[in-house]
């Protein structure tokens, strides 16, 4: 491995100190790594008919602040009512939208929400339906943690927690081997 000739690093205290700094990184990493799959999970797929999502945008202030977790419900359609704030899709578009309900008519056997972004000076141009789906009904928001999983799941946060994972590793690797050195040494000392 690496020879390290240095006075200091033969102090055991500094193989104590390091070892413990290289440890708490690796947990670190550990734990990012187990929020980063977490968050994943909460924000991707639906969970016992709950999902997270993260409020991208300020339509939804003051009530909902910008980079809100939301947890919302699924729920039937009959189930909502003027004032909801729910999560939808349009048709053909795969963004997730978090509006207030403003209008519920009913059209031919079929329910028509017209939504608002709380912000906003005008309802959503079009209405919502759920012929093929159900809506998510918000249940709690929590202010500001969908920003902190964002910031975990984006691609470059990501490489650096890879790195500094990969180095935590090798700088423990380095310590062991340091110390099993200074052990040696001391013991062939010690018996000289």
């Known amino acids: 491995m690496i020879d390290i000739e240095m006075r200091q690093i033969d102090n055991p205290r500094w193989w104590q100190w390091a070892r413990a700094v290289g440890q708490s990184l690796a947990l670190l990493a550990f734990v990012a790594v187990l929020g980063l799959l977490l968050s994943l999970a909460l924000t991707r797929a639906p969970l016992f008919g709950y999902r997270a999502v993260i409020l991208a945008g300020p339509s939804m202030e003051p009530a909902l602040d910008n980079g809100s977790l939301l947890i919302s419900r699924q729920v039937d359609p009959e189930d909502l009512a003027v004032g909801d704030v ?8 795969k963004k997730a939208v ?7 008519q009913e059209e031919d056997g079929r329910l028509l929400f017209t939504t608002k972004g709380d912000h906003n000076l005008t309802p959503d141009s079009s209405y919502v339906n759920f012929d093929n789906g159900q809506p ?6 929590v202010p500001y943690v969908g920003r902190l999983l964002a910031l975990i799941q984006n691609p470059a946060v990501l490489a650096l927690g890879g790195l500094v994972t990969l180095a935590t590793v090798a700088a423990l690797r380095v310590v062991d081997e340091g110390e099993k050195r200074r052990r040696a040494r001391a013991e062939s ?3 000289s």
């Open 86 to 93: 729910m999560t939808f899709r349009y048709p053909n578009t």
């Open 189 to 191: 000392s010690a018996r």
């Open 136 to 141: 998510y009904k918000m249940v709690f928001s």
């Open 98 to 104: 978090t509006h207030r309900i403003v209008d519920v």
